[in-house]
């Protein structure tokens, strides 16, 4: 508009310039369109070359990317997928095909975007699931998997190997068989090592410092540590074998923390009886062996001078909290009236912490009543936490788990811990304790109270009540003396025989009437054979009996011909569904209770469970059946 306004003005000064003027102009505007259209022309045509280019490449990259790309229906039927699913599955196509049968771990159960990994031969691939797409991208983690594979593999595993009692087996010997002893075992372990390719190194003459992959622990855990059998069929013409425990740790990558673990993994082997290994991966615990019963000590050093710590520990407290287990049995109430005893002679005040009468001790707790020297210092778990501060001393019998004893509470309000027991050593654990007195190979608590007791002082002087209670204790765990008696079983009745217990207060603490004699016969009436030589006696879900009870019927039938374990579930009087076990030997019972949360002995242990008795039953038979009853269930 400018130009022709312009060239308008040239008309009217000079007609010839502005029909000069109006000529460019027009040359001017014919131009501008010209090139106008030229540029739109060229630039249209290369919008549309730039799409179809970027079509192209996607098309390639969908069919050429390394990642698998599939796309199913609502019926999980597979209706697209890029050629790297082909080479993934090794089919042309599997359009038609649904999911799970393409690969069984395909399994689509929530609505959400899902991640899992899967395996084909030896290859492994991640599948990233967008059910919302109904889309499935999978990509290759095979070199992922195989470095984290090797990195887990190659964790370093730290152990330590002992011999359980050498100086017990080689009392006696001489130097020169002795040595030849030591050199068929050593060369027995020494083998082994090299067959595992397992780094050993021997620190002193019972103990090595072993060292492994975790890969190497697997197998050897997959072969149940045959080491632990061969060395004790090594020695088995010997009077006492020779066994070995062993402790590992792995899961860690601190060397110092690692050391530690296998040190505390050891002491668990051997505080549950030795011969068996013991191993801690992060948080898990897991044993292994634990065929044989602990061996009996021969010397009695250790009971001194824990008898002698305990005696300093004691005259340095105010006060002295004894407790045992829930539920106590006469074992637990014998072992407590012994340590009130050893307080006393200490010259300290002794409380023996019990919630309530029971069953088990109700006859004891009858004659208890009748001397005052005893039954003043009987309180309630209310009364003890009370009277309980940093300046007392809490010692815990027959039981090494807080969350056993009367009141855990009484733990936490004291920093001085003694812990006394003859239970094989279990995960749980009292582990702030400054004292631990635990003798696996012991028959009773109250045998290795009664040892403590002779080291107190000479010539202790000791009522007949007590000598009675603890002697009480020591025949019920070894009824009578005839299962896990030892020399020093015998030795320990004897110091109490001579104290003036009272073998016949004994047996009338122990009668039974005929109530419960029928119901032991109602219960018996309900057990079942399995596998022709195990006893599982499952009672009447419509009445409760005590823990005392069911225990009295599984040592019945362990009587019975061909019998060599037996198992008896009931409902006790709190609700709770309590299994006892018993064994001759050949079956450990002790593992199959851990595994339902109980413990006990290798011929003796217990568990209490939350349900239903065929519940407690079925899981009962599972854990039987898991195991191969051909190598004793003892594995």
């Not at 082997?269 to 065929?291: E, K, N, W």
């Not at 407590?336 to 307080?343: F, P, Q, T, Y």
């Not at 030589?533 to 039938?557: F, G, N, P, R």
Request: hydrophobic content about 40%; overall charge negative; proline content about 2%.
């Amino acid at each position: 508009m400018l130009l022709l306004l312009f060239t308008a003005a040239l008309f009217f000064l000079h007609w010839w310039v502005g029909a000069a003027a109006l000529l460019a102009v027009g040359a001017l505007v014919y131009y501008v369109l010209t090139a106008e259209q030229a540029f739109y022309a060229q630039l249209n045509d290369y919008i549309m070359t730039l799409t179809h280019r970027v079509k192209k490449a996607g098309a390639e990259v969908v069919q050429e990317l390394p990642i698998g790309m599939l796309v199913y229906n609502e019926d999980k039927i597979i209706e697209w997928h890029n050629p790297y699913i082909g080479k993934v599955f090794e089919q042309e196509s599997i359009v038609g095909q649904s999911l799970h049968h393409v690969h069984p771990s395909l399994k689509l159960g929530k609505d959400t975007e899902q991640r899992m990994d899967i395996s084909m031969g030896e290859s492994y691939y991640r599948c990233l699931i967008r059910p919302d797409d109904r889309l499935i991208y999978m990509y290759n983690i095979t070199e992922q998997t195989t470095l984290a594979r090797r990195y887990e593999e190659e964790q370093i595993a730290l152990g330590i190997l002992m011999l359980d009692n050498l100086d017990e087996v080689a009392q006696g010997m001489d130097d020169q068989t002795r040595s030849l002893l030591l050199a068929k075992v050593i060369g027995a372990i020494t083998e082994w090592a090299n067959q595992n390719h397992i780094y050993i190194r021997r620190s002193a003459s019972d103990r090595f410092f072993v060292l492994m992959h975790t890969k190497t622990l697997r197998e050897i855990e997959q072969s149940k540590f045959d080491i632990l059998d061969e060395v004790r069929d090594l020695t088995g013409d010997l009077k006492l074998p020779l066994t070995l425990s062993i402790g590992i740790a792995t899961g860690t990558e601190q060397l110092t923390e690692l050391g530690s673990l296998a040190q505390s993994s050891l002491d668990v082997a051997l505080g549950r009886g030795g011969d068996q290994a013991a191993v801690r991966a992060d948080q898990r615990l897991s044993f292994y062996g634990g065929r044989s019963n602990a061996v009996e000590k021969r010397t009695r050093v250790r009971a001194r001078v824990i008898s002698h710590a305990l005696r300093d520990l004691m005259k340095e407290s105010d006060k002295v909290i004894i407790m045992g287990h829930r539920y106590p049995d006469m074992d637990s109430m014998g072992a407590a009236v012994g340590v009130l005893k050893m307080a006393q002679v200490c010259g300290k005040e002794g409380y023996i912490v019990l919630e309530d009468d029971n069953p088990s001790i109700h006859r004891m707790l009858q004659e208890l009543e009748q001397h005052e020297s005893i039954q003043k210092w009987i309180i309630t778990p209310e009364q003890a936490l009370s009277i309980t501060n940093q300046r007392s001393l809490a010692i815990v019998v027959d039981t090494h788990k807080s969350s056993m004893v009367a009141e855990p509470k009484i733990l936490q309000h004291t920093g001085r811990i003694v812990v006394i027991d003859h239970h094989r050593r279990g995960e749980e654990f009292i582990d702030d304790a400054i004292l631990i007195y635990i003798e696996p190979y012991a028959s009773s608590t109250c045998e290795l109270v009664t040892e403590l007791l002779q080291y107190l002082q000479d010539r202790l002087p000791m009522e007949t009540i007590e000598a009675t209670s603890l002697l009480a204790g020591i025949v019920v765990d070894t009824k009578s003396f005839s299962l896990r008696t030892g020399a020093r079983t015998f030795e320990a009745a004897s110091f109490l025989r001579r104290n003036g217990a009272d073998s016949a207060l004994v047996q009338q603490m122990l009668k039974e009437d005929l109530e419960e004699f029928i119901q032991k016969s109602e219960i018996i009436k309900h057990a079942e054979i399995w596998h022709s030589c195990i006893a599982i006696c499952a009672a009447d879900e419509e009445h409760k009996y005590s823990q005392l009870l069911i225990a009295k019927v599984a040592d019945t039938l362990l009587n019975m011909t061909e019998i060599s374990a037996s198992f008896v579930i009931a409902e006790r009087p709190d609700g709770l569904i309590g299994i006892s076990a018993r064994s001759l030997g050949k079956v450990n019972v002790q593992v199959i209770m851990e595994q339902l949360g109980g413990g006990g002995h290798l011929t003796n242990a217990a568990a209490q469970l939350e349900g239903t008795i065929d519940e407690a039953q079925s899981e009962l038979k599972r854990l039987l059946q898991e195991i191969d009853l051909r190598e004793g269930l003892s594995e």
